[in-house]
């Protein structure tokens, strides 16, 4: 959203804008170390490569964006003019993703939470934040921002992840009502398709290329660095889109009735580290294509957003909208059918090496059979020709079979990206598409030791844990250490901070920094997200019943600072 001194109604989340056609200047304070400031430096290219924008370091202009150590990450949105600071702590803040969501803020982005929109995609759960961080997460208003008409998007760098600045680390401080984006938001590599498009519309980067504009497909826009090419969504490549984005493995895929397998590289095995596998899938037109994962040996390194190594699916019909991503353990059990006759896969290796996926895919209906065939479709009715160049079908045209001893299509993927053709005699059993029961290797984890004691004495500042023992070949992803926050009452009066057991914590009114008193009877009070148990309605409505000027500022201040 930009601001409203502009006389129009801007972005998702852009302030107040930049002058495109001069690079905008920046530099450094002394205390960013040289690591620090060449990450900035590649998270300030990836902004410049992708839209109409330029930086150029210790340049000339008044204003202008100064990086700092200020003990956190933290930016103001949009041009404020004068020296405008970017905190990025080190350690902490000095990730290419974080940086590139602060510098994000400067250029005019809010958090993607906050659209307008929100209720629409995401439940914010306010119990679980504290009060002085509800700001973050409160939707701006409809004549306060600019979406662009672009739609949500789980994948944005912008977005918070499902446990941002909560009060109890076991809950989640956002949830989306779609539950398969839950493990998509939060991501921290790099601004997303949307990020970058939403940018490129609020600077106009559009009036650089000269019209009429070429026409893009699957979502993509003219690249306003070289007019005559297509920026495309992730998945798809090409001067119009029009391609499977090239990878290690992958390609495009005609999907008939006859299911077949789709699996991570070397599956069962670990999949090869920095290896991004991409897939195209089609279906004959008017056809969808359908998505089943096996519950066999499915494992991605687990973490509560996905964002490196994690299967994707991308079932449309908007492909520029990051798609559902899953890692951890267990396979979604339900069968995902794409809204039209295409469906984009990501298998992303950029984690540590695991088990990956195995799947399987098919269409609802078969591709016709053409009289003066070439050669390829002359093939066997067992076997997949599979090329990144070229689309290839399946020749077998009769309705799947479900008893045993048939021969299935086999997708086997290949490091090298060559033209491979497989045929593979199984003798599988029956294949259902009722979920399947999850065994729980868990069982083969020791018991829960006690409770160690609480770190601190007072104050909610403390932590108390337990940890088990579980095998590491048969118990994969099995929670081995639990915490839990611990005396929760408020600290004596006049106590500003405490220092014990390695950790430094400061207080207010008795409360770890960030919880609020809560008084319980005369002789107790306890410290939690929200202060005296306030109902958080009628602390919001409470908040609202100011005047129309007080109203206005308090927002203002509201929407100046966006913080990581």
Same mark, same amino acid.
């Given at each position: 959203?930009?601001?409203?001194?502009?006389?129009?109604?801007?972005?998702?989340?852009?302030?107040?804008?930049?002058?495109?056609?001069?690079?905008?200047?920046?530099?450094?304070?002394?205390?960013?170390?040289?690591?620090?400031?060449?990450?900035?430096?590649?998270?300030?290219?990836?902004?410049?490569?992708?839209?109409?924008?330029?930086?150029?370091?210790?340049?000339?202009?008044?204003?202008?964006?100064?990086?700092?150590?200020?003990?956190?990450?933290?930016?103001?949105?949009?041009?404020?003019?004068?020296?405008?600071?970017?905190?990025?702590?080190?350690?902490?803040?000095?990730?290419?993703?974080?940086?590139?969501?602060?510098?994000?803020?400067?250029?005019?982005?809010?958090?993607?939470?906050?659209?307008?929109?929100?209720?629409?995609?995401?439940?914010?759960?306010?119990?679980?934040?504290?009060?002085?961080?509800?700001?973050?997460?409160?939707?701006?208003?409809?004549?306060?921002?600019?979406?662009?008409?672009?739609?949500?998007?789980?994948?944005?760098?912008?977005?918070?992840?499902?446990?941002?600045?909560?009060?109890?680390?076991?809950?989640?401080?956002?949830?989306?009502?779609?539950?398969?984006?839950?493990?998509?938001?939060?991501?921290?590599?790099?601004?997303?398709?949307?990020?970058?498009?939403?940018?490129?519309?609020?600077?106009?980067?559009?009036?650089?290329?000269?019209?009429?504009?070429?026409?893009?497909?699957?979502?993509?826009?003219?690249?306003?660095?070289?007019?005559?090419?297509?920026?495309?969504?992730?998945?798809?490549?090409?001067?119009?889109?029009?391609?499977?984005?090239?990878?290690?493995?992958?390609?495009?895929?005609?999907?008939?009735?006859?299911?077949?397998?789709?699996?991570?590289?070397?599956?069962?095995?670990?999949?090869?580290?920095?290896?991004?596998?991409?897939?195209?899938?089609?279906?004959?037109?008017?056809?969808?294509?359908?998505?089943?994962?096996?519950?066999?040996?499915?494992?991605?390194?687990?973490?509560?957003?996905?964002?490196?190594?994690?299967?994707?699916?991308?079932?449309?019909?908007?492909?520029?909208?990051?798609?559902?991503?899953?890692?951890?353990?267990?396979?979604?059990?339900?069968?995902?059918?794409?809204?039209?006759?295409?469906?984009?896969?990501?298998?992303?290796?950029?984690?540590?090496?695991?088990?990956?996926?195995?799947?399987?895919?098919?269409?609802?209906?078969?591709?016709?059979?053409?009289?003066?065939?070439?050669?390829?479709?002359?093939?066997?009715?067992?076997?997949?020709?599979?090329?990144?160049?070229?689309?290839?079908?399946?020749?077998?045209?009769?309705?799947?079979?479900?008893?045993?001893?048939?021969?299935?299509?086999?997708?086997?993927?290949?490091?090298?990206?060559?033209?491979?053709?497989?045929?593979?005699?199984?003798?599988?059993?029956?294949?259902?598409?009722?979920?399947?029961?999850?065994?729980?290797?868990?069982?083969?984890?020791?018991?829960?030791?006690?409770?160690?004691?609480?770190?601190?004495?007072?104050?909610?500042?403390?932590?108390?844990?337990?940890?088990?023992?579980?095998?590491?070949?048969?118990?994969?992803?099995?929670?081995? /250490? /639990?915490?839990?926050?611990?005396?929760?009452?408020?600290?004596?009066?006049?106590?500003?901070?405490?220092?014990?057991?390695?950790?430094?914590?400061?207080?207010?009114?008795?409360?770890?920094?960030?919880?609020?008193?809560?008084?319980?009877?005369?002789?107790?009070?306890?410290?939690?997200?929200?202060?005296?148990?306030?109902?958080?309605?009628?602390?919001?409505?409470?908040?609202?019943?100011?005047?129309?000027?007080?109203?206005?500022?308090?927002?203002?201040?509201?929407?100046?600072?966006?913080?990581?």
């Amino acid at each position: 959203m930009f601001s409203l001194d502009e006389n129009k109604r801007i972005k998702r989340k852009v302030g107040k804008r930049w002058d495109k056609s001069r690079p905008i200047s920046y530099d450094f304070a002394d205390n960013v170390p040289e690591q620090s400031r060449q990450r900035i430096r590649q998270a300030l290219a990836v902004w410049e490569r992708e839209t109409c924008l330029s930086f150029v370091e210790n340049g000339p202009d008044v204003d202008r964006l100064e990086f700092f150590d200020g003990g956190g990450c933290s930016s103001f949105v949009g041009k404020t003019g004068g020296t405008q600071g970017i905190s990025i702590s080190t350690p902490g803040c000095d990730f290419i993703g974080i940086i590139a969501h602060e510098i994000g803020h400067a250029l005019g982005t809010f958090h993607e939470q906050a659209r307008p929109d929100q209720s629409r995609h995401i439940a914010i759960h306010y119990n679980n934040i504290p009060l002085t961080r509800w700001n973050n997460f409160q939707p701006v208003n409809e004549d306060q921002a600019e979406t662009f008409r672009l739609p949500y998007d789980p994948g944005s760098v912008m977005h918070y992840g499902p446990y941002g600045f909560a009060s109890d680390q076991y809950n989640p401080t956002i949830s989306t009502l779609d539950i398969n984006w839950q493990s998509t938001i939060g991501q921290r590599i790099g601004p997303s398709f949307l990020d970058i498009l939403s940018i490129n519309k609020a600077y106009f980067c559009s009036e650089k290329c000269s019209k009429p504009l070429i026409n893009c497909l699957h979502g993509g826009y003219p690249n306003p660095n070289k007019c005559l090419e297509c920026k495309c969504p992730h998945g798809f490549s090409g001067k119009l889109c029009e391609l499977v984005q090239p990878s290690t493995c992958g390609g495009t895929l005609k999907l008939s009735k006859n299911k077949i397998k789709i699996s991570s590289p070397s599956h069962p095995n670990l999949f090869p580290s920095n290896i991004d596998c991409i897939w195209l899938l089609k279906a004959p037109p008017g056809g969808h294509i359908f998505f089943q994962f096996s519950s066999e040996n499915f494992y991605y390194s687990c973490e509560d957003t996905c964002d490196k190594s994690f299967i994707e699916l991308k079932t449309g019909p908007d492909f520029r909208i990051t798609g559902y991503r899953f890692c951890c353990s267990v396979a979604p059990k339900n069968i995902f059918r794409s809204s039209s006759s295409e469906m984009i896969v990501i298998h992303s290796g950029q984690g540590p090496s695991s088990e990956g996926f195995l799947a399987y895919i098919w269409s609802d209906l078969d591709w016709e059979k053409k009289p003066n065939s070439i050669k390829e479709t002359t093939l066997e009715p067992t076997t997949l020709k599979i090329n990144k160049e070229k689309e290839t079908a399946t020749e077998t045209i009769e309705p799947p079979t479900t008893t045993t001893g048939t021969t299935e299509n086999f997708i086997e993927n290949t490091t090298e990206g060559k033209e491979i053709v497989f045929s593979s005699t199984t003798t599988p059993t029956e294949l259902k598409t009722t979920p399947t029961t999850q065994i729980n290797n868990c069982l083969n984890c020791d018991n829960w030791s006690h409770w160690e004691e609480c770190t601190q004495i007072c104050g909610g500042c403390g932590k108390i844990k337990r940890k088990r023992i579980c095998n590491k070949t048969t118990s994969i992803n099995c929670q081995t /250490e /639990e915490k839990r926050i611990c005396n929760q009452n408020a600290c004596p009066a006049g106590t500003n901070f405490l220092f014990s057991n390695g950790e430094f914590h400061l207080l207010w009114k008795g409360c770890c920094f960030g919880l609020f008193p809560n008084k319980i009877d005369s002789n107790l009070t306890e410290c939690g997200p929200l202060e005296n148990n306030e109902n958080i309605f009628m602390k919001i409505l409470s908040s609202l019943l100011t005047s129309q000027d007080g109203r206005k500022n308090n927002r203002s201040e509201k929407m100046r600072k966006g913080e990581h």
